[in-house]
């Protein structure tokens, strides 16, 4: 399938195509851009008459955008809702391709100075959630936790309130950040923080053990631990097209879950699919 630039009339509006003939645009999950952006490097070494353009803004934006017809490829840290893929069906007749590309397992930071090493999942929705705000109640220091999240358009902030918080609202208290490098950089200058985000990132501070419950055994979130789903906070890391994979968009879906694609996703700090 050439993509080539033009508008077409569908149920009355007036929709852009995203991309021309030998160039792809990628927008989405701020988790993912760094692994957007090596795919994309690569790709274009190899196949150096195409043109890849990524860009992050969240997994929320790059659904909007595949939405609005600005970008042939989505990158999202979590599911689409029901309601987006109604608006895609409204807008185009289809529900979207949903295309698991490689795996996470979010993580939890903290300081390098926290003696913290552990925490289950209840544990960490009171924290978040403000019900627990000092370590001491976690058996760290008496500190003031100091907390910080990623703003709403993040797919790993609407991961993080289903999984952890079970659709609780965030405490008052807790810092929003752009991307989860902000996220990493201010814990690790703040040695009573904590934050979240994907594996990739985890550098400079330490990543907690996650306990499905009081009862279950730390999980740490390893290659085997994800693959296997033994660590409770595991998920899937999604492309999303609005219609099954044809041209320049499947060539390089093809070539992003090839073993050479999959190569890259460990070296980026995710894990590969099985």
């Not at 934006?61 to 595949?66: D, E, Q, R, V």
């Not at 979590?78 to 529900?95: G, H, P, Q, S």
Request: proline content about 4%; hydrophobic content about 40%; charged content about 20%.
């Amino acid at each position: 399938m050439r993509l080539i630039t033009k508008f077409t009339l569908f149920m009355g509006l007036l929709a852009p195509i995203a991309a021309h003939a030998g160039s792809l645009t990628i927008k989405g999950s701020d988790t993912m851009v760094l692994l957007g952006q090596r795919w994309a490097e690569d790709y274009m070494k190899k196949n150096p008459s195409t043109t890849v353009q990524v860009t992050g803004g969240g997994s929320g934006t790059g659904i909007s955008a595949l939405i609005n017809g600005t970008t042939d490829i989505c990158q999202a840290s979590r599911a689409m809702k029901d309601a987006e893929k109604e608006k895609l069906r409204d807008r185009y007749a289809t529900t979207g391709t949903e295309i698991p590309v490689a795996r996470d397992g979010l993580s939890v930071y903290v300081n390098a100075a926290n003696p913290i090493k552990e925490l289950s999942l209840d544990q960490l929705k009171l924290i978040f959630t403000g019900k627990i705000t000092n370590w001491k109640e976690l058996g760290g220091a008496d500190a003031k936790i100091i907390l910080y999240s990623r703003e709403n358009s993040s797919g790993t902030y609407v991961f993080f309130k289903e999984h952890v918080l079970k659709n609780a609202d965030y405490s008052s208290r807790a810092q929003s950040m752009p991307g989860t490098a902000a996220v990493v950089n201010a814990v690790a200058k703040e040695k009573n923080s904590i934050g979240y985000g994907g594996a990739a990132f985890a550098k400079g501070i330490r990543v907690l053990s996650v306990k499905k419950d009081d009862t279950s055994a730390a999980i740490a979130p390893n290659l085997a631990h994800v693959q296997d789903g033994t660590y409770p906070l595991a998920r899937p890391l999604f492309f999303y097209v609005r219609n099954k994979p044809a041209g320049d968009i499947k060539s390089f879906v093809d070539w992003v879950l090839s073993k050479e694609g999959q190569d890259i996703v460990t070296q980026v700090g995710y894990f590969p699919l099985k």
